[in-house]
């Protein structure tokens, strides 16, 4: 197996030789910072700029961790402004709302290349995104964009393997998606909702909890947490805290998901025509 996986990482390090220099799309997750390493390392500094999309749905921390994280790696690091609110496909809400987030930042990400003179940009798509409900690939597909680990078959276990071979701080970190992604499918994305969504994801990462969404059924707040973690809720008066929190910012009710966490979770909803 690690022959296999040493294969796909020289097949990807010849790849991006042969794009002279790129702008890598890096929201500082796991697989963008992975590829990201892997392009300094192939490329050199002065090769590869490192992109972050800013917007509305993205959480603040997660803007100062890509920052962080790049200055870690020794790249060259910048931010572009997404507008997908100006988007009505986006702002409706439908289950390819995916597709127009991602078909403005990557519109976005190639008008930089070419402005800075960047031959090509990268995205870290893997090969497991390929499965279930990815709208977004209709977009990297039109784009033009090419996702080197996901042509190289790399999946995301072996990319978190890598990662902490190469010793990136990434390699254990939650899946991370945009703040939209907690709305229904059909109820409009506005920054109110995601501003609320925002502020309470955020009190619940500094109450501790690692891997978690907040669902916006507003009035109720839906909360999926990892099933080992539950038992931080009932720790001290954090129950209380979280219920007062949450109905501060506007929820009446405060619900906790006995599923526990589940990536994609408002997907059974398109399948049972309720979106």
């Known amino acids: 197996m690690a022959d296999s996986l040493d294969r796909k990482l020289e097949n990807i390090f010849l790849s991006l030789q042969g794009m002279q220099s790129v702008v890598v799309a890096f929201s500082g997750g796991v697989d963008s910072t992975f590829l990201l390493w892997v392009a300094l390392q192939a490329l050199g500094k002065e090769k590869v700029l490192a992109a972050t999309g800013i917007s509305a749905s993205l959480m603040p921390r997660e803007r100062e961790e890509a920052r962080q994280l790049a200055q870690i790696l020794g790249a060259n690091w910048e931010e572009i402004n997404t507008d997908e609110m100006a988007v009505e496909g986006y702002r409706q809400n439908s289950p390819d709302r995916c597709m127009f987030c991602k078909g403005e930042l990557y519109q976005k990400l190639n008008e930089l290349a070419v402005r800075r003179g960047f031959a090509n940009v990268i995205d870290g798509t893997n090969a497991e995104e390929a499965d279930g409900h990815r709208p977004g690939l209709k977009a990297l597909a039109k784009s033009g964009i090419p ?33 939209a992604s907690r709305i229904p499918y059909g109820s409009e994305v506005t920054e109110e909702k995601l501003k609320r969504i925002g502020a309470a994801e955020e009190f619940l990462l500094q109450i501790g909890f690692r891997q978690l969404r907040v669902r916006d059924h507003f009035p109720v707040a839906r909360i999926e947490i990892e099933p080992d973690d539950m038992s931080i809720i009932f720790t001290g008066n954090n129950r209380i805290k979280i219920d007062a929190h949450l109905k501060g910012l506007g929820y009446k009710f405060v619900t906790l998901d006995l599923a526990g966490f589940k990536s994609g979770s408002m997907n059974i909803l398109i399948d049972k025509g309720k979106a």
Not at 149 to 177: C, Y
């Open 147 to 179: 996702s080197p680990l996901k042509d190289a078959g790399m999946t995301k276990s072996e990319i978190r393997e890598l990662s902490k071979r190469a010793g990136l701080p990434t390699w254990n970190k939650p899946a991370i998606a945009c703040l």
